[in-house]
């Protein structure tokens, strides 16, 4: 069993900048994606950012430019740093980790770390 911790989130205003990290277990599979998802609506979960094992990388375009994914390997920590934050980012932010870079290719989930930004 996979186990995800996001932690990071919290209250900054408009144009701040908060950095999410995301502790997670062992992954014993060659190919992975890890991601960054936010709610949307109804029960499905938008995706804010990726990081595929190949290094390969994709953003919402709500957020390009703005964030940025990494990974720390030794530690096996997921990161997003998240600069020039608008009201509208604010929601909980979920790390993931699955077979490939979608909501639906994820198999783990974090509880999610809350982020509010006040204009």
């Known amino acids: 069993q996979v186990q995800l911790v996001e932690s990071g989130g919290g209250s900054v205003q408009a144009g701040g900048s908060l950095r999410l990290s995301c502790a997670a277990s062992v992954y014993t599979y060659d190919h992975y994606c890890m991601g960054w998802f936010r709610h949307a609506s109804g029960n499905k979960r938008e995706g804010v950012a990726t990081l595929d094992s190949d290094g390969s990388t994709t953003y919402a375009d709500s957020v390009k430019g703005r964030f940025t994914i990494s990974k720390d390997n030794v530690t096996n920590t997921l990161y997003l740093q998240m600069d020039s934050l608008k009201p509208e980012d604010t929601d909980m932010y979920y790390c993931?980790?699955?077979?490939?870079?979608?909501?639906?290719?994820?198999?783990?989930w974090g509880k999610g770390t809350l982020v509010t930004i006040s204009s």
């Open positions: 993931a980790v699955g077979g490939y870079c979608h909501y639906y290719g994820m198999d783990y």
